[in-house]
């Protein structure tokens, strides 16, 4: 054990005290601490649990869950490649390559001399600007050759990050179609000084009357999920904002916090008149991190103007408040029970479910947690009222949807649009041409083909919590549902066995397809792991994993027959096969140097 003349408390100290030694705020710590010292140290640890009176295992644990933290060094630059399927298809592998050459490393490994480290990582929210990548986790978009060597030199030359030329941190929002939210021209305060005009109550009813359903996908009814928080009983309440949008080819919250953070915390602080909170979290993405200062600094200028704090505008018994929580790299956080583990400074475990997060959320509490897109939407109904929001879009589903439109056309970025629209319509809209496929809703939800374009973005048709993936015919769509099972693969939290081994069965088993290994056996296997993930999986990760490969195989037949080499079952494990490189170095392919049996197979 250290004592407190230890040398990490010199930068471990100011981070303690910051936040206020409260163990439920480990993760910050934790990523604070890696941001001052490049990883997070064995003798950190051990000073952690002496300070915060949390077990070892406990600090280990939670830092060893989050892929952006690292208990070992990873060099002074640590260069993580978006891996999401857009980047692929924008040549990101051939940037890595040359990368890794430039800087004489391997990719997955540190350098020698402990300078640099290049590996993947999944999507990082950048999909309309790619090829992307992180810099010690900092994002830098459009990637091409000419920019890798200009990033080789500066890390050659050891530069600091905070010397680079801006223009590698600019990013965009690329907008290009505005409704009632992205046109909104909205002034901070004013949705807030309409809704103290009524009582909780009455702006309850409203919400309800707008029909506004949660944006992240599930579509719940934001009126009810407040209704029942309002009811439920405890010491406190709190609102959270769920800004984990880790969903490959979802980006329009990065937008959105960007540029309208002003409507997503008038939208929480509203949610918190109406169900009495006085604490609220926006939990944000590790991925965008460069975004924290600018969010602190909206918060800190909110609080002067008396829209946040105590006595808001002017009355005396309200009183919240928001604080920021940076994630480090986890998908499943993006689940709500997992976002609130996160929050309480755990690994992002999904909670068995009930009891809910309504009536026992963050510290066990009653806890309304919905996404940036929806708390914007509540600002519009709160400035507007219930009536005019419900007069949007369709009968089921009220207002408007950002689409996230990235892949193959013209002009990637943000598209809004009332309910309702077809997906023809988006894809022109974006310019795409010779369209096969639109993936809606990230991997998790459903692959479009061509002849089903006509089909709608409503909650009873195309539910999305945003993303739109364009494919043209120059796709191979195998490769496509391939890419996603890696992600799940990579993105499982291991808590459960069905999910964590058989998202590693499925991937292995696209893996032996690509190799030409594949026999129908292995597509009855496939229909066998899925009936075993939706049944037994502790969450929706698993629930989902098998969804892009049977959306393809159905749909898309013919990018997997190709690859149905043999009629009978055959290993994935082909051993003369592993014996070519041998073979390479020794100059050697005559008969005597292959395995009998498969020689004769050919």
């Given at each position: 054990m250290?004592?407190?003349?230890?040398s990490?408390?010199?930068?471990?100290?100011?981070?303690?005290i910051?936040?206020?030694?409260?163990?439920h705020?480990?993760?910050?710590i934790?990523?604070?601490?890696?941001e001052?010292?490049?990883?997070?140290?064995?003798?950190?640890?051990?000073?952690?649990?002496?300070?915060?009176q949390?077990?070892?295992?406990?600090v280990?644990?939670?830092?060893?869950?989050?892929s952006?933290?690292?208990?070992?060094?990873h060099?002074?630059?640590r260069i993580?490649?978006?891996?999401?399927?857009?980047?692929?298809?924008?040549?990101?592998?051939?940037l890595?390559e040359?990368?890794?050459?430039q800087?004489?490393?391997?990719?997955?490994k540190?350098?020698?001399?402990?300078?640099?480290?290049i590996n993947?990582?999944?999507?990082?929210g950048?999909?309309?600007?790619?090829?992307?990548?992180?810099i010690n986790?900092?994002?830098i978009n459009?990637?091409?050759k000419?920019?890798?060597?200009?990033?080789?030199?500066?890390v050659?030359?050891?530069?600091?990050?905070?010397?680079?030329p801006l223009e590698?941190?600019?990013?965009?929002?690329?907008?290009h179609?505005?409704?009632i939210?992205?046109?909104?021209?909205?002034?901070?305060?004013?949705a807030?000084a309409?809704v103290?005009?009524h009582?909780?109550?009455?702006?309850?009813?409203?919400?309800k009357?707008?029909?506004?359903?949660?944006?992240?996908?599930?579509g719940?009814?934001?009126?009810?999920?407040?209704?029942?928080?309002?009811?439920?009983?405890?010491e406190?309440?709190?609102?959270?904002?769920?800004?984990?949008?880790?969903?490959?080819g979802t980006?329009?919250?990065?937008?959105?916090?960007?540029?309208?953070?002003?409507?997503v915390f008038?939208?929480?602080?509203?949610?918190a008149?109406v169900?009495g909170a006085?604490?609220g979290?926006l939990?944000?993405?590790?991925?965008?991190?460069?975004?924290?200062?600018?969010?602190?600094?909206?918060?800190?200028?909110?609080?002067?103007q008396?829209l946040l704090?105590?006595g808001?505008l002017g009355?005396?018994?309200?009183?919240?408040?928001i604080?920021i929580?940076?994630?480090?790299?986890?998908?499943?956080c993006?689940?709500?029970s997992?976002l609130i583990?996160?929050?309480?400074?755990?690994?992002?475990?999904?909670?068995n479910?009930?009891?809910?997060?309504?009536?026992?959320?963050?510290?066990?509490?009653?806890?309304?947690?919905n996404?940036?897109?929806t708390?914007?939407?509540?600002?519009?109904i709160?400035?507007?009222?219930?009536?005019?929001?419900?007069?949007?879009?369709?009968e089921?589903s009220?207002?408007?949807?950002i689409l996230s439109?990235?892949?193959?056309?013209?002009?990637?970025?943000?598209?809004?649009?009332?309910?309702?629209?077809?997906?023809?319509?988006v894809?022109?809209?974006?310019?795409?041409?010779?369209?096969?496929?639109v993936?809606?809703?990230?991997?998790?939800?459903?692959?479009?083909?061509?002849?089903?374009?006509?089909?709608?973005?409503?909650?009873d048709?195309?539910?999305?919590?945003?993303?739109?993936?364009?494919?043209d015919?120059?796709r191979?769509?195998?490769?496509v549902?391939?890419?996603?099972?890696?992600f799940?693969?990579?993105?499982?939290?291991?808590?459960?066995?069905p999910?964590r081994?058989?998202?590693?069965?499925?991937?292995n088993?696209?893996?032996?397809?690509?190799?030409g290994?594949?026999?129908?056996?292995?597509?009855a296997?496939?229909?066998?792991?899925?009936?075993?993930?939706?049944?037994?999986?502790h969450c929706?990760l698993?629930?989902?994993?098998c969804?892009?490969?049977?959306?393809?195989?159905?749909?898309?037949?013919?990018?997997?027959?190709?690859?149905?080499?043999?009629?009978?079952?055959?290993p994935a494990?082909?051993?003369?096969?592993?014996?070519?490189?041998a073979?390479?170095?020794?100059?050697?392919?005559?008969?005597g140097?292959h395995?009998e049996?498969?020689?004769?197979?050919?």
């Amino acid at each position: 054990m250290l004592s407190q003349n230890n040398s990490h408390s010199k930068y471990l100290d100011p981070i303690l005290i910051r936040h206020q030694h409260n163990p439920h705020n480990l993760l910050q710590i934790l990523r604070e601490a890696q941001e001052h010292y490049g990883y997070i140290h064995s003798e950190a640890i051990d000073y952690l649990e002496l300070q915060l009176q949390l077990p070892r295992s406990m600090v280990e644990g939670v830092a060893s869950f989050y892929s952006l933290l690292y208990l070992q060094p990873h060099g002074e630059y640590r260069i993580l490649f978006s891996d999401n399927i857009t980047d692929r298809m924008l040549g990101n592998m051939d940037l890595i390559e040359n990368m890794c050459e430039q800087l004489w490393v391997e990719a997955g490994k540190v350098s020698e001399d402990g300078l640099v480290s290049i590996n993947t990582t999944s999507c990082t929210g950048m999909c309309d600007q790619g090829p992307a990548v992180l810099i010690n986790n900092i994002a830098i978009n459009r990637m091409t050759k000419d920019r890798v060597s200009a990033l080789c030199e500066l890390v050659r030359e050891r530069v600091p990050l905070s010397e680079w030329p801006l223009e590698f941190f600019a990013i965009e929002d690329n907008i290009h179609k505005k409704d009632i939210l992205l046109n909104s021209n909205f002034k901070s305060g004013s949705a807030l000084a309409e809704v103290l005009l009524h009582s909780a109550e009455e702006t309850l009813q409203e919400v309800k009357t707008s029909k506004l359903r949660g944006r992240g996908g599930a579509g719940f009814s934001t009126g009810s999920k407040w209704e029942f928080c309002r009811a439920a009983s405890g010491e406190q309440h709190y609102v959270v904002c769920n800004a984990d949008e880790g969903e490959p080819g979802t980006f329009k919250d990065r937008v959105l916090l960007s540029s309208y953070a002003d409507m997503v915390f008038e939208g929480m602080t509203i949610c918190a008149h109406v169900i009495g909170a006085k604490k609220g979290f926006l939990y944000l993405r590790g991925e965008y991190r460069y975004l924290l200062d600018h969010l602190n600094a909206i918060l800190q200028q909110r609080r002067q103007q008396s829209l946040l704090g105590n006595g808001i505008l002017g009355h005396a018994t309200f009183n919240f408040d928001i604080e920021i929580h940076l994630g480090a790299g986890a998908y499943i956080c993006g689940e709500e029970s997992a976002l609130i583990e996160s929050l309480e400074g755990k690994r992002g475990t999904p909670r068995n479910r009930p009891p809910f997060p309504v009536t026992s959320g963050y510290l066990n509490q009653p806890t309304v947690v919905n996404n940036v897109e929806t708390f914007c939407a509540v600002s519009l109904i709160g400035l507007h009222g219930g009536a005019w929001y419900e007069n949007i879009g369709t009968e089921t589903s009220s207002g408007t949807k950002i689409l996230s439109v990235s892949g193959d056309c013209m002009r990637p970025g943000l598209y809004e649009y009332p309910f309702g629209v077809t997906v023809a319509q988006v894809l022109a809209d974006c310019g795409a041409q010779n369209t096969q496929a639109v993936q809606i809703s990230g991997p998790s939800g459903i692959c479009v083909a061509s002849n089903e374009f006509d089909r709608r973005i409503t909650f009873d048709d195309l539910p999305t919590a945003g993303a739109f993936m364009v494919f043209d015919e120059s796709r191979d769509m195998f490769e496509v549902a391939r890419n996603f099972v890696h992600f799940f693969k990579h993105e499982s939290c291991g808590f459960c066995t069905p999910c964590r081994v058989g998202t590693s069965l499925l991937s292995n088993m696209m893996d032996k397809l690509a190799h030409g290994h594949g026999s129908p056996y292995d597509f009855a296997e496939i229909e066998k792991l899925n009936e075993l993930l939706l049944s037994t999986s502790h969450c929706g990760l698993g629930h989902s994993a098998c969804n892009p490969v049977l959306d393809t195989i159905a749909k898309f037949r013919p990018a997997y027959d190709k690859r149905l080499i043999h009629k009978e079952y055959i290993p994935a494990f082909d051993l003369d096969y592993a014996l070519s490189q041998a073979r390479q170095m020794t100059g050697r392919d005559d008969t005597g140097a292959h395995l009998e049996r498969n020689h004769d197979a050919k």
